[in-house]
T-cell receptor, first 115, second 111 residues
Framework: EPEVTQTPSHQVTQMGQEVILRCVPI?????FYWYRQILGQKVEFLVS????????KSEIFDDQFSVERPDGSNFTLKIRSTKLEDSAMYFC?????????????FGQGTRLTVV | LAKTTQPISMDSYEGQEVNITCSHN???????ITWYQQFPSQGPRFIIQ???TKVTNEVASLFIPADRKSSTLSLPRVSLSDTAVYYC????????????FGAGTRLAVHP
């Protein structure tokens, strides 16, 4: 069964450092997403990406965040200058279609710890 | 956006049927109802989706009354491995590409 893969599974970084979280979406999917989940809290939408551009983003996704699809397979989330409050699980997801009646497939997540 | 309300937690025993109800009073005409499951330290996993009446797959059934203001996820004969958080989501129509997760229902299945 095809799956979304994320690397690394766990990343520890110092406050103020840049981090790049990597994702390989399912190959025939066209829509890509990043979500985050702070420990003990709900899953929060960050950004959706389609046709090589951001289609929607949340208030969390400020200027410190950026996404990129550098080649035909990878989808990355960059945090330029990490803060303690960026510590969370970050989930990448992809879907074949967008909008309603769409099943999104999530990766196993990257646990980011900012110290 | 349609807001969903579901119980914070539920307890059950192995072999029982579990029904989790979600209310979505402000659901729009074109919105679908989707349920996801999340195990600890894993990403959410799609379970089932429906628009009206009843939908069944190999994992669960979804019951949606005619007014669509609520829905019930039914898990037949749960096992310990069904212990997870279950989220009810209402898809936003019009091509929006995001899922809005609530707090979900934490289901604990006991031996």
């Amino acid at each position: 069964e095809p799956e979304v893969t994320q690397t690394p599974s766990h990343q520890v970084t110092q406050m103020g450092q840049e981090v790049i979280l990597r994702c390989v979406p399912i190959s025939n999917h066209l829509y890509f997403y990043w979500y985050r989940q702070i420990l003990g809290q709900k899953v929060e939408f960050l950004v959706s990406f389609y046709n090589n551009e951001i289609s929607e983003k949340s208030e969390i996704f400020d200027d410190q965040f950026s996404v990129e699809r550098p080649d035909g397979s990878n989808f990355t989330l960059k945090i330029r200058s990490t803060k303690l409050e960026d510590s969370a699980m970050y989930f990448c997801a992809s879907s074949r279609l967008g909008g309603e009646n769409t099943e999104a497939f999530f990766g196993q997540g990257t646990r980011l710890t900012v110290v | 956006l349609a807001k969903t309300t579901q119980p914070i937690s539920m307890d059950s025993y192995e072999g029982q049927e579990v029904n989790i109800t979600c209310s979505h009073n402000n659901i729009a005409t074109n919105d679908y109802i989707t349920w996801y499951q999340q195990f600890p330290s894993q990403g959410p996993r799609f379970i089932i989706q429906g628009y009206k009446t009843k939908v069944t797959n190999e994992v669960a059934s979804l019951f949606i009354p005619a007014d669509r203001k609520s829905s019930t996820l039914s898990l037949p004969r749960v096992s310990l491995s069904d212990t997870a958080v279950y989220y009810c989501l209402v898809e936003v129509s019009g091509g929006y590409n995001k899922l809005i997760f609530g707090a979900g229902t934490r289901l604990a299945v006991h031996p």
